[in-house]
């Protein structure tokens, strides 16, 4: 057994990434997001071609572009990730794509790091897209070689949904031998399959329709779905970790493991539902089998409405199959999370709070401000709506209260979905301007010290084009932009900022102190290759 044939402990997300490696695959995008994020990092470590992009829906265009070409693409985010690229993958599923294309979602049941649990497996039945659902790191490994070759045989993208359990637990890995593509990338002109005018998307919509009908009769026999016999007595439908919990937790039942989400192979699903006295369907989060399979007038149970929330594990499934309904005991408590003792941005909180201001906030570290000791944080939706939200607070509170409104962004977050913001800022200004500050910290610290286009490095941290904010913003015609760094400038700026009836940014940048030093070996190392 060669080297790279050999078996090794890895996470769910390293599996991916060696898999991505094994087949080949040309480019790997994406925007870091927890769960997610270690998957480009470490592809990018085995050697595979890996970047960053400004946000989730520029990383699924750029991936499409690359599949268009013939190559194979892999684009990763977290489920929220999903909202932000849906406008893409909706479109992209009616013109297929020649290359294959595979979307990871790594959803987060119990919002270990987001803010709420969605579940994505509704993007599949929405978008028509082929899902996937692995259980563990070998699952992960393995279906990732089996979702490029279905996306290159139905020329279809594939939603290949990961939970943090299967991100971040780690199993033994065993590889298989490489299968890189064998044809060279090419784009051959077809204007009716690419070019979506509703003369041509009427038709591609009819040949989606067909494709799925076609790949649900194939998944009645697919490989991908297992069935463990046991006893007839308890049969339980499950998928992705799930059915791991399940194999623990009634190792007698009988089990049929999805591992082909959607379509769902519905005449197998009935076969085992037949074969049974008691179905039972365990699934975290939504009831989207078990809603799909009694659609089909499958006799089956679903769990009740307590165990929607947070993630499963072996007692919760026990407590489901023995139908217990009581309360659960909560979780122990945990040390609540808060901004580090050494951010050099806790002090504009404290600015802020001296002002009495009303904080429109914005996803990363700085959301934990509306915890102890600052608790200023008034509002977070998500991404970049710290901008739009603001606004809207300056449009319609009366004039005196309106002027304590500012909004609240970092620097990541600032260039994934701030921008249109500033537009909006200069297109429809609030009479009594509104104020922008934007927490700048050289790094996307909140999801483990990511680079982003503000940063003027790429995912591997080499150099590369740097988008400067003030230049931008400045160029989009607001009037008052500052940089500052020093606390006591800072509140001068604020105060001055706050009693205008302008628009105002403010750029509060002072570098992250636990990326500190990883910045400074990535500034050496790069001076040290251009010397």
């Known amino acids: 057994m060669t080297k790279d044939l050999e078996p090794r402990l890895m996470s769910g997300n390293q599996a991916v990434a060696l898999a991505a490696l094994h087949l080949g695959v040309s480019l790997g995008v994406g925007y870091p997001g927890t769960p997610s994020t270690e998957i480009l990092e470490n592809f990018s470590l085995f050697g595979g071609l890996a970047q960053w992009s400004p946000n989730e829906k520029v990383a699924l265009e750029v991936g499409i572009g690359v599949a268009y070409s013939g190559a194979r693409a892999l684009v990763t985010m977290k489920h929220v990730g999903v909202n932000v690229a849906a406008d893409p993958l909706f479109t992209v599923a009616y013109t297929g794509v020649p290359g294959g294309l595979v979307l990871i979602s790594a959803d987060d049941p119990g919002m270990g790091s987001s803010q709420n649990e969605q579940d994505n497996r509704r993007y599949a039945v929405a978008a028509g897209v082929m899902m996937l659902e692995p259980a563990d790191a070998q699952e992960s490994y393995d279906f990732l070689f089996e979702a490029f070759r279905l996306s290159e045989e139905w020329k279809l993208p594939v939603l290949f949904r990961m939970t943090t359990r299967v991100c971040h637990s780690r199993g033994i890995v065993r590889p298989r031998t490489a299968s890189p593509q064998e044809e060279a990338p090419a784009f051959v002109r077809d204007p009716r399959t690419y070019v979506m005018i509703p003369g041509y998307a009427r038709p591609a919509h009819k040949r989606l329709r067909q494709k799925l009908n076609d790949i649900q009769q ?7 779905n297992e069935i463990h016999e046991g006893d007839s007595s308890l049969g339980i439908i499950t998928a992705g970790v799930t059915y791991l919990h399940t194999r623990e937790a009634a190792p007698e039942a009988s089990v049929l493991k999805l591992g082909m989400t959607y379509p769902l192979p519905l005449e197998t699903i009935r076969k085992f539902a037949a074969s049974v006295d008691r179905c039972l369907v365990i699934e975290e989060n939504d009831p989207y089998m078990v809603d ?5 007038g499958i006799p089956c149970e679903g769990k009740e409405e307590m165990y929607r929330f947070g ?3 072996i007692a919760r499934v026990k407590h489901i199959i023995d139908g217990d309904h009581g309360d659960e ?3 122990p408590p945990g040390k609540p999370p808060e901004l580090c003792k050494g951010c050099p941005h806790r002090m504009a909180f404290a600015v802020m709070n001296k002002f009495n201001c009303i904080i429109a906030g914005d996803i990363g570290c700085y959301t934990l401000s509306v915890l102890p000791p600052f608790e200023s944080l008034d509002t977070c939706v998500c991404m970049g709506a710290s901008v739009g939200v603001g606004l809207g607070l300056r449009h319609a509170l009366p004039d005196e209260e309106a002027r304590r409104v500012i909004s609240v962004i970092g620097d990541s ?5 701030g921008l249109t913001g500033i537009v909006e800022m200069v297109y429809n200004p609030p009479k009594t301007g ?21 940063t003027g490095r790429a995912l591997d941290h080499e150099q590369t084009g740097k988008l400067v904010f003030e230049n931008v913003i400045r160029a989009m015609g607001v009037p008052n932009v500052h940089v500052v760094s020093r606390p006591q400038d800072f509140e001068a700026l604020l105060r001055e900022s706050l009693e205008k009836d302008e628009l105002s940014v403010i750029i509060l940048r002072k570098v992250c102190i636990l990326a500190e030093p990883k910045l400074a070996r990535y500034e050496a190392a790069n001076k040290t290759t251009k010397d």
């Open 311 to 313: 993630e499963l594990n």
């Open 434 to 454: 509104h104020v922008l500050v934007i927490l700048d910290n050289g790094t996307t610290a909140m999801t483990g010290m990511q680079e982003h286009p503000g």
């Open 218 to 224: 194939w998944n009645e026999s697919s490989a991908l």
């Open 292 to 296: 799909a399979i009694l659609a089909a």
């Open 329 to 331: 005991a909560p979780p």
């Open 413 to 417: 977050t600032f260039v994934h979905s």
